[in-house]
């Protein structure tokens, strides 16, 4: 069984940095589509990058130029980054790990319709989310 467990959460100013890791255990998570989603308390869960085995990524256009998202399965490694550069107040969520997502575009997700990402088998992992908050 799959699990996912994320850190490098944490509080910054506006413009600041921060650089989430996530760690894959259970399965071999080279082949699957991986991606970071975000959610703000009262707001659906929605996607912020993904990216697929082949490196080919996906970002939502809020986070375009901000945000970098990359993979390192080599030699059994299964990690997961997301790179938050100009961080904004908006940017202020709870940030899940994602894997074996059944798109691997954003836009495609999106279009499944509203709330789609948590119904079943559209993401079939996720981590317990890493709170990421940013002040102005």
């Known amino acids: 069984q799959g699990h996912l467990e994320e850190s490098g959460g944490g509080s910054v100013q506006t413009g600041g940095s921060l650089r989430l890791s996530c760690s894959g255990s259970?399965?071999?998570?080279?082949?699957?589509?991986m991606g970071w989603f975000r959610q703000a308390p009262g707001l659906e869960r929605e996607g912020v990058a993904l990216?697929?085995?082949?490196?080919?990524?996906?970002?939502a256009d809020s986070v375009k130029g901000r945000f970098t998202i990359s993979r390192n399965n080599a030699n059994d490694n299964n990690i997961l980054y997301l790179q938050m550069d100009s961080l904004k107040p908006e940017d202020t969520a709870m940030y899940y790990c994602?894997?074996?997502?059944?798109?691997?575009?954003?836009?495609?997700?999106?279009?499944?319709?509203?709330?789609?990402?948590?119904?079943?088998?559209?993401?079939?992992?996720w981590g317990q989310g890493t709170q990421v908050t940013v002040s102005s």
């Open positions: 994602a894997s074996s997502i059944a798109r691997c575009r954003l836009s495609d997700l999106r279009a499944l319709g509203i709330g789609a990402v948590t119904r079943p088998g559209i993401v079939n992992y």
């Open positions: 259970g399965l071999t998570y080279g082949s699957y589509c």
């Open positions: 990216i697929d085995a082949g490196g080919t990524t996906s970002y």
